[in-house]
C-alpha cells in the first residue's frame, strides 16, 4: 500500500506542471470582448480596413479577368469587322463597350476613320497613350490593398504607443502602483492593436503580390492584342 501510494503522489506531482500550465494558458488568452476593451477605437478602425479589404478582393476576383479585359465575343466581332472593312461598324462596337480593350481600339478607330492615310507611328501613339492609361486604371486599383497593408501597421504602432504612455503615466502619477505586474499588464494590453494591425496587413499583401501579378499579365496580352489590332486597321486602310 505505501508503495502504490508513493506512486500515485508522484505521478500527481509529475502531472501538477502541466496542470498548471493548462490553466495559465486559459488565463492568458484574451476574448474578443477584451480585445475590443484593450484596443479601443483603433481597434474598430482596423476592423473597418479589414472589411474593406475583404471587398476589395472579392471585387478583383470578379474585375481582373480576361473575359473583363479582353472579352473573347468582343474580339471576333471586331476582328470580322476589320477584315470585312466596316470600321466605322467597328468603332461604334467600341464605343458600345466599357472594358478596355474597347476604349484602345476605339480610340484608334476614331482617328483611323477621321484620316483618309493614317500615319502608323501616329496610330501607335494614339494606343500606347490610351492602352497606358487603361493599364494605369487596372494597376490603379490594386495599389488600395497596398494602401491597406502599409496603414494597418502603423495604426497598430499607434495604438501601441499610446497604451504604452498610459501605462507610464499611470506609474509616474502614482509611484505605488509602480509594480511590474501593473506595467507588464499595460504594456501587453498595449500590444493588441500591434498584432491587430499586422492581422489586417499581412493577408493584404498577399492579396496585393497576387492581383499584381495577375494584372501585369492582363496588361501584358492587352497590349499584344492591341497592336495586331492596329496592324488589321492599318492594313484595311491600305488595301
Not at 111 to 127: D, F, H, M, Q
Not at 184 to 207: K, Y
Request: some cysteine; hydrophobic content about 50%; overall charge neutral.
Amino acid at each position: 500500500m505505501k508503495y502504490k501510494h508513493a506512486f500515485w503522489m508522484s505521478l500527481a506531482t509529475l502531472a501538477a506542471p502541466a496542470v498548471f500550465a493548462q490553466d495559465a494558458a486559459a488565463d492568458t488568452s484574451m476574448s474578443l470582448g477584451q480585445v475590443v476593451e484593450y484596443g479601443g477605437m483603433l481597434i474598430y478602425v482596423l476592423a473597418a480596413m479589414s472589411v474593406v479589404g475583404l471587398a476589395l478582393v472579392i471585387y478583383f476576383f470578379m474585375s481582373l479577368r480576361k473575359t473583363h479585359i479582353l472579352p473573347s465575343t468582343l474580339l471576333r466581332e471586331l476582328t470580322d469587322q476589320l477584315k470585312e472593312g466596316r470600321l466605322k461598324s467597328a468603332e461604334s462596337v467600341c464605343n458600345g463597350s466599357g472594358t478596355p480593350i474597347a476604349a484602345i481600339c476605339g480610340a484608334a478607330l476614331s482617328y483611323v476613320n477621321r484620316t483618309e492615310k493614317p500615319n502608323p507611328a501616329l496610330l501607335r501613339e494614339i494606343i500606347e497613350g490610351e492602352g497606358g492609361r487603361q493599364a494605369a486604371q487596372i494597376q490603379t486599383q490594386t495599389q488600395y490593398l497596398l494602401d491597406i497593408a502599409v496603414i494597418a501597421p502603423m495604426i497598430g504602432l499607434l495604438g501601441t504607443v499610446m497604451g504604452m504612455l498610459k501605462a507610464f503615466n499611470t506609474v509616474a502619477l502614482d509611484l505605488a502602483k509602480a509594480k511590474p505586474m501593473l506595467l507588464a499588464g499595460g504594456v501587453s494590453q498595449a500590444l493588441v492593436t500591434t498584432v491587430a494591425g499586422l492581422i489586417v496587413a499581412i493577408p493584404a499583401m498577399i492579396a496585393y503580390a497576387y492581383f499584381r501579378g495577375r494584372a501585369s499579365k492582363l496588361i501584358a496580352d492587352l497590349e499584344t492584342t492591341s497592336t495586331e489590332m492596329a496592324s488589321l486597321m492599318i492594313e484595311e486602310r491600305e488595301s
